[in-house]
């Protein structure tokens, strides 16, 4: 089956990124689902490291949150689905922020700006896709930039 285009239109520009759904099926579901739930519309990016990261889909703008899910209340985790051959080797691979514990991905997510290998270390950071189109947007992002509507495009052929 095809991996996902995901559309990440900001203030800065789109953002094009194919999600690898046949790689990385958990992290990848979960990042879609979100994304078809509107969850990341008008969501911020809340920390830049220049030359590492752009991190954002933080519900309460700083880092903080997670999503819950509306009818529950309960706070949404994933286990860690890491595969040795995604790796963080390059600018525009996109992957879950999650705390110290190696299941706590939720919502967050961010974009390389760099190869940033350390981050496949155990143990490691589960790689969800890669920017195929507007990586010179993603290189503009600071802190406060919007999301201003994230949706699934099409299917591209792996």
């Known amino acids: 089956?095809?991996?996902?285009?995901?559309?990440?239109?900001t203030n800065k520009g789109t953002i094009k990124?194919?999600?690898?759904?046949?790689?990385?099926?958990?992290?990848?579901?979960?990042?879609?689902?979100?994304?078809?739930?509107?969850?990341?519309?008008?969501?911020?990016?809340?920390r830049y490291e220049p030359g590492f990261v752009i991190q954002g889909g933080c519900p309460n703008?700083?880092?903080m949150?997670?999503?819950?899910?509306p009818a529950t209340g309960k706070k949404r985790t994933i286990q860690l689905e890491?595969?040795?051959h995604?790796?963080?080797?390059?600018?525009?691979?996109v992957a879950m922020a999650r705390s110290n514990d190696p299941n706590s991905a939720s919502c967050q997510y961010y974009i390389t700006l760099a190869p940033a290998d350390f981050l496949d270390n155990p143990p490691g950071y589960a790689v969800l896709g890669e920017v195929i189109e507007?990586?010179?947007?993603?290189?503009?992002?600071?802190?406060?930039?919007?999301m201003t509507?994230?949706?699934?495009?099409e299917t591209a052929n792996k």
């Open 61 to 63: 703008g700083n880092g």
């Open 82 to 84: 890491k595969k040795p």
């Open 149 to 153: 509507k994230v949706s699934v495009l």
């Open 134 to 146: 507007g990586l010179e947007n993603v290189m503009q992002l600071r802190v406060g930039d919007k």
């Open 65 to 69: 949150g997670d999503y819950k899910d």
């Open 86 to 93: 995604l790796k963080h080797n390059k600018a525009g691979i």
């Open 1 to 9: 089956m095809p991996d996902p285009i995901v559309s990440i239109e």
């Open 17 to 46: 990124v194919k999600v690898f759904k046949t790689d990385a099926p958990i992290t990848a579901d979960n990042f879609l689902d979100l994304v078809n739930k509107g969850f990341y519309n008008g969501l911020t990016f809340h």
